[in-house]
T-cell receptor, first 113, second 112 residues
Framework: DTGVSQNPRHKITKRGQNVTFRCDPISEHNRLYWYRQTLGQGPEFLTY????????KSRLLSDRFSAERPKGSFSTLEIQRTEQGDSAMYLCASSFSGTREQYFGPGTRLTVT | KQEVTQIPAALSVPEGENLVLNCSFTDSAIYNLQWFRQDPGKGLTSLLL???SQREQTSGRLNASLDKSSGRSTLYIAASQPGDSATYLCAVEEDSNYQLIWGAGTKLIIKP
């Protein structure tokens, strides 16, 4: 097991374009989380899944954002009609419901020009 | 609403010194508290996790303490090294939900 992986690691896009990020959690973990981090700040919670069910969404997750976790395995986070304010590091984490310790991936850095 | 604060925002010390980073939280109904390290432009590395029933955890030169009733945690780094230079973040997970609520971090610089 190599830990949580995220792809791509970096994404540069023009304003108005759609982008999709992928997260592969640790295989036995049933919970998966998305966070967003801007420069100089701590991460902010976006959403989390237990298996394939999306159980909580932050108010930060506007209608331009959508996340899925088909079959309770990998997850995708899509941002439609990107804006410059979406530029941030998008972090994915996973945990096992028993221990609840969250393990983080390396993140996807999004730059919207 | 839970709020997490880290003081100081930045700290610069000579190599070899022992140091303490502080984290405070406003609601004591937490499930656990985690300390993370983040290198510039990189993801998060978990350092220590303290369950709400625990008072401290140790890993190598790191020791984290938790005082739930006063809403405080400290991260003690012994015999600091230049490789310890990074941003250190604390995060709490509340009893009632599973998201982590984060402080803004302490940027630590260890001078050779």
């Amino acid at each position: 097991d190599t830990g949580v992986s995220q792809n791509p690691r970096h994404k540069i896009t023009k304003r108005g374009q759609n982008v999709t990020f992928r997260c592969d959690p640790i295989s036995e973990h049933n919970r998966l989380y998305w966070y967003r981090q801007t420069l100089g700040q701590g991460p902010e919670f976006l959403t989390y899944f237990q298996n394939e069910a999306q159980l909580e969404k932050s108010r930060l997750l506007s209608d331009r954002f959508s996340a899925e976790r088909p079959k309770g395995s990998f997850s995708t986070l899509e941002i439609q009609r990107t804006e410059q304010g979406d530029s941030a590091m998008y972090l994915c984490a996973s945990s096992f419901s028993g221990t609840r310790e969250q393990y983080f991936g390396p993140g996807t850095r999004l730059t919207v020009t | 609403k839970q709020e997490v604060t880290q003081i100081p925002a930045a700290l610069s010390v000579p190599e070899g010194e022992n140091l303490v980073l502080n984290c405070s939280f406003t609601d004591s109904a937490i499930y656990n508290l985690q300390w993370f390290r983040q290198d510039p432009g990189k993801g998060l590395t978990s350092l220590l996790l303290i369950q709400s029933s625990q008072r401290e955890q140790t890993s190598g030169r790191l020791n984290a303490s938790l005082d739930k009733s006063s809403g405080r945690s400290t991260l003690y780094i012994a015999a600091s090294q230049p490789g310890d230079s990074a941003t250190y973040l604390c995060a709490v997970e509340e009893d009632s939900n599973y998201q982590l609520i984060w402080g803004a971090g302490t940027k630590l610089i260890i001078k050779p």
